[in-house]
């Protein structure tokens, strides 16, 4: 089951949102791929599709409509540290948010 966030409030985020992340010694930034935040942060505490924003653009009286995949991916950054929040669009990191709970595990980015 999928979570849907109208888009306007996942651009909002995505505004809002961080550009990096560290990950020990390794920094994870907004344009990275899905592939390179695995490489450099390891596996995701939770990864969930959110929604599927879509873009339209009138082009000569029609409609050109572009659709991308949203998904957030959840790091529990270490005890007593806020989890945080990574925004993928297309496969692409579009920006990072701390969450709104602290984590339990041992640190693994700031």
């Known amino acids: 089951m999928t979570k849907t966030i ?3 409030a996942c ?6 949102a961080q ?3 560290r990950c020990g010694n390794h ?20 990864a969930e599709p959110v929604s ?7 082009r000569y009286g029609g409609v050109q409509g ?4 949203v998904e957030v991916w959840h790091y529990d950054c270490g005890r007593g540290i806020l989890v945080k929040r990574l925004f993928f669009e297309g496969g692409f990191l579009r920006g990072v948010e701390p969450g709104r709970i602290r984590g339990t595990g041992p640190q693994r980015c700031n």
């Open 11 to 16: 651009i909002l985020l995505m505004q809002s």
């Open 27 to 46: 920094l994870v930034a907004a344009g990275d791929s899905k592939m390179e935040v695995l490489l450099r942060c390891g596996p995701p505490t939770l």
């Open 19 to 21: 550009a990096a992340m």
């Open 52 to 58: 599927v924003s879509s873009y339209e653009r009138y």
């Open 66 to 69: 572009y659709a991308y995949p």
């Open 6 to 8: 109208p888009i306007v």
